[in-house]
């Protein structure tokens, strides 16, 4: 069988707050975490886990204090800081629970904004737009500014940006935190869709077990240590 690449790697990762004062935190203990190429993987956790401070890291938002973190064969640890943003608007595709949409910019021109900052020529960058917003069901509201779409839609119009620039990866944080039940499993239906069909590799980060339980490995994080690794029902 042919071994898979791995896309995320993780050892000994640290994170602390404060550091070298009485008030130092240390939020994250430890993390070893593997994701491979075209794999779903959730970590799950409470409110306090540690799931945002690693997202964040995972995300190169932030640096860990200690530890090494390879992404898709770079050392983030060993990337000055506009070697960082290059990386997260080529590497990584977020989905953040708040959609982040741009406001007074239409639902086209959202999806075009990160292939305008990676230099990509205007009639190319329309039409990836175009085809993004297709593969998630909005082609009929391209030109509807965020404040005229439903959290879903906005949802939608988020993944279409995030996929705009065929990241590594896509980062998923509480993706559908935010959205009813129904509007939520749309945009569940829209990640499985991207996994299967086009080989995404997808970290999602959620408190929920049960949109946890929908991926193929399932991490449980508590107080800032791995404290669990099983399958899901992907495997």
């Given at each position: 069988?042919?071994?898979?690449?791995?896309?995320?790697?993780?050892?000994?990762?640290?994170k602390?707050?404060?550091?070298g004062?009485?008030?130092?935190?240390?939020?994250?203990?430890?993390?070893?975490?593997?994701?491979?190429?075209?794999?779903?993987?959730?970590?799950v956790?409470a409110?306090?886990?540690?799931?945002?401070?690693?997202?964040?890291?995972?995300?190169?938002?932030?640096?860990?204090?200690?530890?090494?973190?390879?992404?898709?064969?770079?050392?983030?640890?060993?990337?000055?800081?506009?070697?960082?943003?290059?990386?997260?608007?080529?590497?990584?595709?977020?989905?953040?629970?708040?959609?982040?949409?741009?406001?007074?910019?239409?639902?086209?021109?959202?999806?075009?904004?990160?292939?305008?900052?990676?230099?990509?020529p205007?009639?190319?960058?329309?039409?990836?737009?175009?085809?993004?917003?297709?593969?998630?069901?909005?082609?009929?509201?391209?030109?509807?500014?965020?404040?005229?779409?439903?959290?879903?839609?906005?949802?939608?119009?988020?993944?279409?940006?995030?996929?705009?620039?065929?990241?590594?990866?896509?980062?998923?944080?509480?993706?559908?935190?935010?959205?009813d039940?129904?509007?939520?499993?749309l945009?569940?239906?829209?990640?499985?869709?991207?996994?299967?069909?086009?080989?995404?590799?997808?970290?999602?980060?959620?408190?929920?077990?049960?949109?946890?339980?929908?991926?193929?490995?399932?991490?449980?994080?508590?107080?800032?240590?791995?404290?669990?690794?099983?399958?899901?029902?992907?495997?």
């Amino acid at each position: 069988m042919e071994e898979r690449k791995n896309m995320i790697h993780l050892r000994g990762i640290k994170k602390r707050f404060f550091e070298g004062t009485e008030n130092q935190i240390e939020v994250l203990k430890g993390i070893d975490l593997d994701v491979y190429e075209g794999e779903f993987v959730s970590i799950v956790g409470a409110s306090g886990s540690g799931k945002s401070t690693l997202m964040n890291i995972i995300g190169a938002l932030d640096r860990a204090s200690e530890g090494t973190y390879i992404l898709d064969g770079v050392n983030i640890g060993r990337a000055n800081d506009d070697r960082l943003s290059h990386i997260r608007n080529k590497k990584i595709g977020f989905v953040f629970q708040t959609y982040n949409l741009i406001p007074r910019t239409n639902a086209l021109k959202n999806v075009e904004r990160p292939m305008l900052y990676a230099g990509t020529p205007k009639g190319e960058r329309t039409k990836r737009a175009m085809e993004l917003l297709e593969l998630v069901e909005m082609q009929d509201r391209i030109k509807h500014n965020p404040d005229e779409l439903s959290g879903g839609q906005k949802q939608r119009v988020a993944i279409a940006r995030a996929m705009a620039n065929r990241p590594a990866i896509l980062l998923a944080d509480e993706p559908t935190g935010a959205l009813d039940s129904k509007t939520g499993r749309l945009i569940m239906d829209i990640f499985h869709r991207l996994n299967k069909e086009q080989s995404m590799t997808i970290l999602l980060i959620t408190h929920s077990p049960e949109l946890a339980e929908e991926t193929g490995r399932i991490f449980t994080l508590m107080d800032g240590e791995i404290i669990d690794e099983r399958k899901g029902s992907l495997c």
